[in-house]
């Protein structure tokens, strides 16, 4: 089935941010949490130390609207350059006024809000907030007041 992801990449605390994730939006991991040392070690990569071993291949999880998102560790040590910068945002479109602001409060927890929820010239009720792991979010609805 055709579907939307976003996939993110974060410097060792992709398990931390996931726990996060899936206790705002209420949801479970699909197919638990693969981590480095269960996939196969490329031919002629040195061994990975036990702490990489830790650390999150990949984890997907489903959080609104049947949007899935997706993340990794991408760390330095393994030949990852991560820039974390605002290229890109998630964006949630709500039914409610209601579940916009419990989104937008739960996510801006220990984040830094950018544009508080409000109403907007084009007619939505629209905020927008960068959360604590340095992902932006937009949350938006034109749900009535």
Request: hydrophobic content about 45%.
């Amino acid at each position: 089935m055709a579907h939307t992801s976003t996939y993110l990449n974060f410097d060792g605390n992709t398990e931390e941010a996931f726990t996060f994730y899936r206790s705002v939006f209420g949801t479970e991991f699909t197919g638990g949490i693969m981590r480095m040392g269960d996939a196969p070690q490329p031919e002629g990569m040195p061994p990975l130390t036990d702490a990489q071993k830790r650390l999150v291949v990949n984890v997907t999880l489903p959080i609104h609207a049947g949007h899935i998102l997706m993340g990794t560790d991408a760390e330095a040590a393994m030949g990852f350059n991560l820039i974390q910068g605002n290229n890109f945002s998630i964006v949630l479109v709500t039914d409610t006024r209601a579940e916009a602001d419990a989104l937008y409060a739960a996510l801006g927890e220990g984040g830094d809000a950018q544009m508080p929820m409000a109403d907007q010239f084009w007619g939505d009720y629209f905020g927008s907030l960068v959360d604590r792991f340095g992902i932006q979010w937009m949350v938006s609805t034109s749900a009535p007041a």
